[in-house]
């Protein structure tokens, strides 16, 4: 069994991505800006924010953080998005989710200028990425599929499970095993016989919210086991969707939590930025 270093890999990521961004400086004189709108005192989107910027810091891009009280409105939020989409030196846009419970997260998506939304959730995008056109890919999904590649584990021809149907991240990663020809399964809470489904995984990706649901009995020897929870166990410390003590010895590969997929959402976001930028201002 091999641990996937999601921290290794998100780094090397950051690294490609600061010296292509010192190019731009060099070549362009233009520095990318990454806006993080967060609304609320949510505890864990204040550290995933936080952990946004110092990648900011890290690659060279300008970031700005607008950190608005829980009680703002839909309107407010949504003049803010449109200031957004309006200012020169912002390539990317990103509204922290989950948003406090009165707002609208679909019509604040919906507001960000496509061409903006380093996220890759606004309907135009998530429609390019089903056409297999896409400008940018949702980062946790893509984090996802970046460290297989970087592994070289091939997805060609393998049963993929994802259980969970999320917008976020199951149905763009199910899309993504697609695109690189994998039999996909999405499953969902009214899946029938989900062990034995999970049991045909050659690579089964947890995304369900539930903290160690993925069980040893779930998994197939030799299976490669992705885990994209973010969940607090019965004492409150950090763990997966997956019962990683019980199931790492059954797997070729397993992500850990913390330092598996986690680290890997952030560095693609940064690259999706940087994508942003450059296409916003005509650089191949
Ligand atoms: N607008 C968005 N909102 C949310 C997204 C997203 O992609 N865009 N995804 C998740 C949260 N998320 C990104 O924002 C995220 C989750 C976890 C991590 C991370 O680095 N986790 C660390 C542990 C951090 C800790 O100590 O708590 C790890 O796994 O090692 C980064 C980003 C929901 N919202």
Same mark, same amino acid.
């Given at each position: 069994?091999?641990?996937?270093?999601?921290?290794?890999?998100?780094?090397?990521?950051?690294?490609?991505?600061?010296?292509?961004?010192?190019?731009?400086?060099?070549?362009?004189?233009?520095?990318?800006?990454?806006?993080?709108?967060?609304?609320?005192?949510?505890?864990?989107?204040?550290?995933?924010?936080?952990?946004?910027?110092?990648?900011?810091?890290v690659?060279?891009?300008?970031?700005?953080?607008?950190?608005?009280p829980?009680?703002?409105?839909?309107?407010?939020?949504?003049?803010?998005?449109?200031?957004?989409?309006?200012?020169?030196?912002?390539?990317?846009?990103l509204?922290?989710?989950?948003?406090?419970?009165?707002?609208?997260?679909k019509?604040?998506?919906?507001?960000?200028?496509?061409?903006?939304?380093?996220?890759?959730?606004?309907?135009?995008?998530?429609?390019?990425?089903?056409?297999?056109?896409?400008? $940018?890919?949702?980062?946790? +999904?893509? !984090? *996802?599929?970046? #460290?297989?590649? @970087?592994y070289?584990?091939?997805?060609?021809? %393998?049963?993929?499970?994802?259980?969970?149907?999320?917008?976020?991240?199951?149905?763009?990663?199910?899309?993504?095993?697609?695109?690189?020809?994998?039999?996909?399964?999405?499953?969902?809470?009214?899946?029938?016989?989900?062990?034995?489904?999970?049991?045909?995984?050659?690579?089964?990706?947890?995304a369900?919210?539930?903290?160690?649901?993925?069980?040893?009995?779930?998994?197939?020897?030799?299976?490669?086991?992705?885990?994209?929870?973010?969940?607090?166990?019965?004492?409150?410390?950090?763990?997966?969707?997956?019962?990683?003590?019980?199931?790492?010895?059954?797997?070729? $590969?397993?992500?850990?939590? +913390?330092? !598996? *997929?986690?680290? #890997?959402t952030? @560095?693609?976001?940064?690259?999706?930025?940087? %994508?942003?930028?450059?296409?916003q201002?005509?650089?191949?």
């Amino acid at each position: 069994m091999q641990i996937i270093d999601g921290k290794k890999v998100s780094a090397e990521v950051k690294e490609r991505v600061r010296q292509q961004t010192l190019q731009l400086k060099n070549d362009y004189n233009i520095t990318p800006g990454l806006a993080v709108v967060i609304v609320g005192d949510d505890p864990a989107s204040r550290v995933y924010v936080n952990n946004k910027k110092k990648a900011c810091e890290v690659v060279g891009f300008k970031s700005e953080e607008y950190a608005l009280p829980a009680k703002t409105t839909q309107e407010e939020l949504l003049d803010l998005v449109k200031t957004l989409n309006t200012k020169e030196d912002i390539n990317g846009i990103l509204v922290q989710l989950p948003l406090p419970k009165h707002l609208d997260d679909k019509a604040v998506i919906e507001a960000i200028d496509p061409k903006k939304d380093v996220d890759a959730f606004h309907a135009v995008n998530v429609g390019k990425i089903m056409l297999g056109e896409y400008d $940018f890919l949702p980062c946790t +999904p893509a !984090g *996802v599929m970046e #460290m297989l590649h @970087s592994y070289d584990i091939p997805v060609e021809g %393998k049963e993929c499970v994802v259980i969970g149907r999320s917008n976020i991240v199951g149905k763009p990663m199910g899309m993504l095993l697609l695109h690189e020809n994998g039999t996909v399964t999405i499953c969902h809470s009214r899946t029938k016989n989900l062990a034995e489904v999970c049991r045909r995984a050659d690579i089964l990706v947890a995304a369900v919210g539930i903290p160690k649901f993925v069980k040893a009995d779930m998994v197939k020897d030799g299976a490669v086991v992705i885990d994209v929870g973010m969940d607090r166990d019965e004492n409150g410390k950090l763990c997966g969707d997956v019962d990683f003590e019980n199931v790492k010895d059954k797997c070729s $590969f397993i992500t850990p939590v +913390p330092g !598996g *997929v986690g680290p #890997m959402t952030i @560095s693609t976001l940064m690259k999706n930025t940087l %994508k942003a930028c450059k296409l916003q201002n005509n650089i191949e």
